[in-house]
Each structure stands twice: as C-alpha cells, then as structure tokens.
C-alpha cells in the first residue's frame, strides 16, 4: 500500500511564525504536491515537484516555498505565517510520466490543519 | 479558468436513494477521470476512475458515467447509504501531465 505521511494533524501557529510542514512518501514516487483545501474552493495546488531540488508552482504560490533535498520528503515552508494561511494543507505523490510506470493515480497523505492565530 | 466544473455543491438524499454529483471539463487531451471520496479530517481518497475509451465504469454501488463529445462524466451512488456521507471530487488529467485539475467539491448528506 501507498503511504503518504504527514508530519501533524494539527497545528496551531501564531502570526509572524515561520512555519514548516513535512510530507514523505515511500512509493519512490517522482512527484510530489503541496495543495490547500477551503471550504467551497476544493484543493487548490501551492506547489509541485517533479524531481530532487527541481518544484514549479502551483495556482497559489504567494506566501509559500518548497524544499524537496530528498525523493521521498517534500517541505512547505510559510516564510511568515498570516490568518488567511488558515487551512486543511494536503500532500500528495504520484509517479512521474517520463518513469514509464504506467500508473496514473495520485495518493494523499492525511492532511495537516494549520490554523494561524 | 477552472479546468473542471462540479456540481452541486451540496447534496442531500435519504438512505437508499440515488445520489448523482455532475462534472465537467475542458481539455480534450485529459484522459483520466477519477473521484476522491473525503471523510471529515482525513485525506482525499481514490474512490473510482474512468478513462475515456469506456463510457461507463462501474464498481459496487459506484457507477462512474462518462460522456465524452460532452466532456462530461459524472459520479452514481445507488442505494446511497448514511456511511457514504463525504465531500466527493472529481478530477482530471492525463498521463503526459504532472498535474491533476480538481473539481470544488460536493458534500453529501445521506439521511437515514
């Protein structure tokens, strides 16, 4: 079975905070997604990465950035955590096109709610 | 632009009754339909997919029907029970993409 793991279910941070969520997959899995979820906007992608130290973004970037230094671990970083960063973050990881696996499913890991006070 | 519209937003149907979530899309060059079935404070889960050489798919009390000249599919639940009450997204892509491009999402209520 695929995992996607998250590092916290819950989070709470204050404004101003610079704020780290983990995600690590052990599918070897190429890429790796950072998405928001809110209520009536369904998953929204901040950032993708489709390879070690390679990420593009995503419809929301402003306010985030991504670490990828491994192939099973993809970070977002809230450089400085504001109240409309209050949200459910999902990861998730799928295999590449160029690695020939033929699958085409994309699996999510649990979900971290964060919510900046 | 929004590369998938669903609908509705919200649903309620009473046990054992039909529950139907509509989706449409725009890129002719997706060939991936799946929905994710969402259970309140957890991920979003791979419920059924669809490709489009097919244009029905069903699994269990789940029925994916795909109309591809309309560019829609949309998600069945026969003799929906109160167990099945879940947020439900639909998405598409294709296996030359990276991305995956998701519906709003519709919250099911299914009364007992």
């Known amino acids: 079975d695929v995992k996607v793991t998250q590092s916290s279910r819950y989070l709470v941070k204050r404004t101003g905070e610079k704020v780290f969520l983990e995600c690590v997959q052990d599918m070897d899995h190429e890429n790796m997604f950072w998405y928001r979820q809110d209520p009536g906007l369904g998953l929204r992608l901040i950032y993708f990465s489709y390879d070690v130290k390679m990420k593009e973004k995503g419809d929301i970037p402003e306010g985030y950035s991504v670490s990828r230094e491994k192939k099973e671990r993809f970070s977002l970083i809230l450089e400085s955590a504001s109240t409309n960063q209050t949200s459910m973050y999902l990861c998730?990881?799928?295999?590449?096109?160029?690695?020939?696996?033929?699958?085409?499913?994309?699996?999510f890991g649990p979900g971290t709610r964060l919510t900046v006070t | 632009q929004q590369q998938v519209k669903q609908s509705p937003q919200s649903l309620i149907v009473q046990k054992g009754g039909i529950s139907i979530i509509n989706c449409a899309y725009e890129n002719t060059a997706f060939d991936y339909f799946p929905w994710y079935q969402q259970f309140p404070g957890k991920g979003p889960a791979l419920l059924i997919a669809?490709?489009?050489?097919?244009s029905e798919k069903k699994e269990g009390r789940f029925t994916i029907s795909f109309n591809k000249s309309a560019k829609q599919f949309s998600l069945h639940i026969m003799d929906s029970q109160p167990g099945d009450s879940a947020t439900y997204f639909c998405a598409a892509s294709s296996y030359n993409f990276n991305k995956f491009y998701f519906g709003s999402g519709t919250k099911l209520n299914v009364k007992p």
């Open positions: 669809i490709r489009p050489d097919v």
């Open positions: 998730a990881s799928k295999f590449s096109p160029a690695s020939g696996s033929g699958s085409y499913e994309q699996y």
